[in-house]
């Protein structure tokens, strides 16, 4: 199946610095890739959208000055943690929909574990 | 009427067992239904999916049974293997490709 790369697995960071997760689909082009979020023992919570070369929609709640999402190409998107704090710990996770392919065909990242001390 | 009610939180099931997960939702517009495997610290990959115009769907030892009336489908793992022991999540995709996800189940296989 096609590969999403996620990049770095694990970040620590003190609070009030930025934090970029890297989310790279391997093999195939993605049209539009999903951040997701998700707290321990909980399923996950759907931060934002992001369609290649357009602004991401966000999911009510989701503050987007505070999570940066940038999708300049077909095979890239970026998450960017402004100003991380402890609540922002969490596990991070994107996701990719194949461009032209079925719908429902998603494959995810291996997620990115966020420590903000 | 977005929701997919997932049930049981958690199952433990001896090995060599069936292992089943059920699931429930409302909304018949609803056309994809996936079943997702997530191991601790890992990303959820995806197992198995079925469309509504099937009733059931089997890869090697795992199940997908689909009622459309009821609006229910469920997940069986035969012959469980302490391997399997993960977190399984169903989903259905709305006619918007919004990815609605039941709560999980946490599966233990005891050897």
């Known amino acids: 199946g096609a590969v999403v790369s996620q990049h770095p697995s694990r970040v620590i960071c003190k609070s009030g610095t930025s934090v970029k997760i890297e989310c790279r689909s391997l093999d195939f082009q993605a049209t539009t890739m999903f951040w997701y979020r998700q707290f321990p023992k909980q399923s996950l919570m759907l931060m934002a959208t992001s369609n290649e070369g357009s602004k991401a929609t966000y999911e009510q709640g989701v503050e987007k000055d505070k999570f940066l999402i940038n999708h300049a190409s077909l095979t890239l998107s970026t998450l960017t943690v402004t100003s991380a704090h402890p609540e922002d710990s969490s596990f991070y996770i994107c996701?990719?929909?194949?461009?032209?392919?079925?719908?429902?065909?998603?494959?995810f990242g291996e997620g990115s574990r966020l420590t903000v001390l | 009427q977005q929701q997919v009610k997932q049930s049981p939180q958690s199952l433990i099931v001896q090995k060599g067992g069936i292992s089943i997960i059920n699931c429930a939702y409302e909304n018949t517009a609803f056309d994809y239904f996936p079943w997702y495997q997530q191991f601790p610290g890992k990303g959820p990959a995806l197992l198995i999916a079925i469309r509504p115009d099937v009733s059931e769907k089997k890869e090697g030892r795992f199940t997908i049974s689909f009622n459309k009336s009821a609006k229910q489908f469920s997940l069986h793992i035969m012959d469980s293997q302490p391997g399997d022991s993960a977190t399984y999540f169903c989903?259905?995709?709305?006619?918007?490709?919004?990815?609605?996800w039941g709560a999980g189940t946490k599966l233990i296989i005891k050897p």
């Open positions: 996701s990719a929909r194949v461009a032209g392919g079925l719908t429902g065909e998603l494959f």
């Open positions: 989903a259905a995709f709305d006619s918007n490709y919004q990815l609605i």
